[in-house]
């Protein structure tokens, strides 16, 4: 695998901040609406694929300890 790097600017002016918070908020907006179920679906997975895991062991918070 080859790494590679992409360098943004990391210092913007007021403006340019609030133009790329904008093109942020619109990039979400258009993926939600072209890929929202399947990025539903997705998050159902993986919820489903750490809650399943057989492998965790399970701690026991009931103690019967009084503070």
């Given at each position: 695998m080859n790494w590679?790097?992409?360098r943004i600017n990391t210092w913007w002016s007021a403006e340019e901040a609030c133009t790329m918070l904008s093109f942020l908020d619109e990039l979400r907006e258009q993926l939600w609406q072209t890929h929202g179920d399947q990025i539903t679906a997705?998050?159902?997975?993986?919820?489903e694929a750490r809650q399943s895991d057989e492998a965790q062991g399970q701690l026991d918070f009931e103690d019967p300890?009084?503070?």
């Open positions: 590679k790097v992409t997705y998050r159902l997975e993986e919820l300890v009084d503070f």
